[in-house]
């Protein structure tokens, strides 16, 4: 594309622009451009903020904060560090449960709530106990000569209600499970006469309290930070706290289940195997006080120890066949992928406990696969290829553990029979003995090996006992909430308001950016420069037309165009418009040698063909011979603008017959009432416009008329409606676009724009046209003309 150049072929100095200065510019002339758009939508937004800042907010909010951390007392392993912290964020989640919740309202008695403003319950009762089961509703307590009246309504209206009691500053009273008593001293400090307050029903309390609870985890996710708002800054921390402390306790509970859960079984199990010991003691005393000559020697206490031992090493290897079985029928029956990684950790470390040869082997597979996967799910989707590869690696481990469990089984079961066996052959040799030495054998056998389950039970008892008093929680309370220094109302109000305006001001701004982004016009030069890298020569304003009054309308009737501003001289807008593109036309015929060039548009009505009328006239004001062509020969109107015929013009000689002479050509060109200006109209319609534009005979005519005529000036169709202009382009030597303000669709002109080369490079700039302007900015620059 060609662009103007100086006289001296140098361009001229400039600063450079940085990237931070041209995004400074851009968004001033947003602001510029878009001023209405951000002025509506600050005012809307600002209006919303205020109006919900009076609504909701104009008691001040206060905020408290309480810290807590998550500690992993029990050392988990590396293998467990990605799954910890997705535990942390469940149990995080546990702060707005409702369980909690209603311990925190029952606590510090939530479902009640004042309602007369600016008064701190606390300092309004000497006493107050809410039950969970307290009436729900309104209550209004009234001072009055000393003494206090209650009274109680449903719901909120003006109605005074039903009056529960009347009692004394120094009575305790109990209402609708209510037990208060007042501070009388309150109310002869502050004057107070009336005071109101609602009882809610612990379910909306907990709803209501939920609704101002917060809670956030740091990036590691072991920093729990809880927040409470309310408009008591005692309260909220009172709230955080509690809710922290309550939260800690319900943490060291659930730790405590599983070891409450193992106490319970073991106490279950010694007390049967007490009742086992005390009736086998039963029935050894029994024998002995019936045969006390009975007694056994050493070598039948001997056998009887090693059966005993025996039958113990049995019991033993039956209760680790049990566990074994129900740990691997566990593990092979989890669906859940947690579950599954869970039962399969407790079945590596049963078996590293049983020394199983395999066992450190799979203990570091399992950390390798756990940590592998805990490491892709930070990256991917559970559904991602990797993930599912690694999960597939899983069950693959997950068989070879429970064939390393099956063997294991295989193995107990043998041991187990092979100890039968040896219990069988020894009590063969206690068979040896006379009766009554063999029943007392059973007897002592019995009560040992009885004994020896009672007290091994007891130790595991104790041991687990031992576990469940040491256990500690492994949420902790780092930074306890402190109430939040009072705010004045009026300075809040403020704060807020500025910060609405703020916010109001970044929606405007925000929807400015936004309607520049999607709006493909322009509406100055300075937009159409920021859009488009071709020269753009000026701006054309929106031409402005007195309507002729009534009794010369009749008169005007097939006349030339009013629009037509640039006639005479006067120093208007418009006109001092026109000229100077005239200027900067000429100005490049100067450097160029320009003698035609094309005027179009991307779309019709985008005033083109009034443009290129006016500027037709003021070059032919420059005393130079100008002819302007009609080209568009499907909505020709330039005849129509001066007045003139419609034919013979363009169309009828291209299609007839007759040489191209000047003779002949001179049939189809008007004059016109403009000294200098001649025109040819676009003729009458023919059926293939364009096949005609691109005939040798159009060239030609242009070639004769270029001998006769200082400028010709072709009204061309507009680029989006016909191929036209890539033909004619290639017969001018240059093309002034058209740009319509606030209608052209800029990204769609320079598209097309690049799809015909030849008009491209022809092209002299751009032209914006129906510019809306400050008239009144302007009159004075224009007026000084006319003294």
């Known amino acids: 594309m060609n662009y103007p150049k100086l006289e001296n072929g140098k361009a001229p100095s400039r600063r450079i622009v940085t990237g931070a200065e041209q995004e400074v510019f851009r968004y001033l002339r947003i602001i510029r451009k878009r001023k209405t758009v951000i002025a509506i939508t600050a005012f809307v937004v600002l209006a919303i903020w205020l109006g919900f800042i009076v609504a909701f907010q104009a008691t001040p909010v206060y905020e408290s904060s309480v810290i807590l951390t998550f500690q992993d007392t029990k050392n988990t392993s590396v293998a467990e560090g990605g799954s910890k912290k997705d535990v942390n964020w469940s149990r995080a989640s546990l702060v707005l449960t409702h369980s909690l919740l209603s311990k925190v309202v029952e606590k510090l008695q939530l479902n009640f709530s004042m309602i007369t403003d600016n008064v701190d319950q606390d300092e309004v009762f000497r006493y107050l106990k809410v039950s969970k089961e307290a009436k729900t509703g309104y209550y209004r307590l009234v001072h009055e000569g000393g003494e206090f009246q209650i009274y109680y309504s449903k719901d909120d209206d003006d109605n005074p209600g039903e009056l529960l009691k009347r009692f004394a500053a120094s009575d305790t009273i109990d209402v609708n499970q209510l037990v208060l008593a007042v501070n009388p001293g309150f109310f002869e400090q502050h004057n107070i006469h009336e005071l109101r307050w609602q009882v809610r029903d612990v379910n909306e309390a907990v709803d209501k309290l939920r609704n101002k609870i917060n809670y956030m985890l740091d990036k590691s996710r072991t920093i729990l930070t809880i927040t409470v708002s309310h408009k008591n800054p005692k309260r909220a921390a009172q709230i955080a706290n509690t809710l922290a402390e309550l939260f800690v306790d319900m943490n060291l509970h659930l730790r405590r289940r599983q070891s409450d859960e193992v106490v319970s079984i073991l106490q279950n199990q ?67 992928p947690a579950v599954k990684f869970s039962t ?174 999607f709006d493909k016009t322009v509406k100055d030069v300075e937009d159409l420069n920021q859009k488009v890298q071709y020269p753009v020569l000026g701006q054309i304003p929106v ?158 005519l242009l070639q004769l008329l270029g001998t006769k005529f200082g400028m010709i000036v072709l009204d061309t169709p507009p680029i989006s409606a016909s191929s036209d202009v890539a033909i004619l382009a290639n017969l001018v030597d240059g093309a002034l676009i058209v740009v319509r303000a606030g209608y052209t669709n800029v990204e769609e002109l320079v598209g097309r724009l690049h799809e015909y080369p030849s008009v491209e490079e022809k092209i002299m700039g751009l032209v914006l046209n129906m510019v809306k302007v400050d008239r009144k900015k302007n009159q004075y620059t224009y007026s000084y003309y006319n003294y």
């Not at 050894?284 to 009975?294: A, I, T």
């Not at 066949?321 to 129900?326: S, V």
């Not at 929680?473 to 009026?490: G, N």
């Not at 008007?670 to 159009?698: D, K, Q, W, Y």
């Open 270 to 336: 010694l007390r049967v195997a007490k009742a086992d010991l005390d009736a086998a003691n039963e029935r050894l005393r029994r024998f002995r006080e019936r045969n006390p000559w009975v007694t056994l020697s050493k070598g039948d206490n001997a056998q009887i120890n090693v059966v005993s031992s025996l039958q113990l090493t049995k019991n033993q290897i039956e209760q680790t066949l049990n566990d074994l079985q129900a740990l691997v029928e566990r593990t092979a029956q989890a669906a859940d």
């Open 344 to 517: 399969a950790r407790e079945l590596v470390t049963y078996l590293t406990d049983m020394k199983v040869a395999l066992a450190p082997a799979f203990e570091k597979e399992y950390n390798d696969l756990v940590v592998k996967r805990n490491t892709l799910l930070q990256q991917y989707a559970p559904t991602h290829p990797f993930v599912v590869q690694v999960e597939k690696d899983f069950e693959s481990f997950r068989s070879k553990l429970l064939q390393a469990a099956q063997d294991q089984l295989n193995v107990l079961r043998q041991r187990l029979a092979s100890t039968q066996q040896q219990i069988e052959e020894s009590k063969k040799k206690l068979q040896r003995l006379p009766q009554k030495e063999l029943e007392l054998a059973e007897l002592v056998r019995d009560q040992e090996v009885k004994n020896d389950i009672y007290l091994k039970i007891l130790s595991r008892l104790n041991a687990a006992k031992i576990e469940n008093q040491v256990e500690v929680s492994d949420v902790f309370i780092v930074d306890y909430a402190t109430p939040p220094t009072p705010k004045d109302p009026l300075s809040d109000l403020i704060k807020k308001g500025l910060f609405g305006v703020l916010i109001a001001l970044g929606a405007g701004l925000g929807m400015g950016v936004v309607v520049d982004f």
């Open 543 to 700: 031409i402005q037309v007195v309507e002729p009054d009534e009794k010369n309308l009749e008169e005007s009737r097939g006349k030339i165009d009013p629009k037509l501003i640039t006639l005479d001289y006067s120093p208007t807008l418009e006109s001092e418009s026109y000229r100077d593109l005239r200027t900067k036309i000429l100005f490049r015929n100067k450097n160029q040698n320009l003698h035609s060039f094309l005027v179009t548009s991307l779309q019709p009505n985008e005033g083109k063909s009034l443009l290129t009328s006016n500027l037709a006239i003021t070059i032919a004001q420059q005393k130079i011979s100008t002819l302007l062509i009609d080209g568009d020969l499907r909505r020709g109107v330039q005849h129509s603008t001066f007045g003139n015929k419609k034919k013979p013009g363009l169309s009828d000689f291209l299609v007839s017959r007759a040489t191209i002479d000047y003779d002949n050509v001179s049939k189809v060109i008007h004059p016109t009432f403009i000294p200098n200006l001649f025109l040819i109209p676009a003729g009458s319609p023919i059926p293939n416009p364009t096949e005609v534009i691109g005939s040798t005979r159009m060239q030609d």
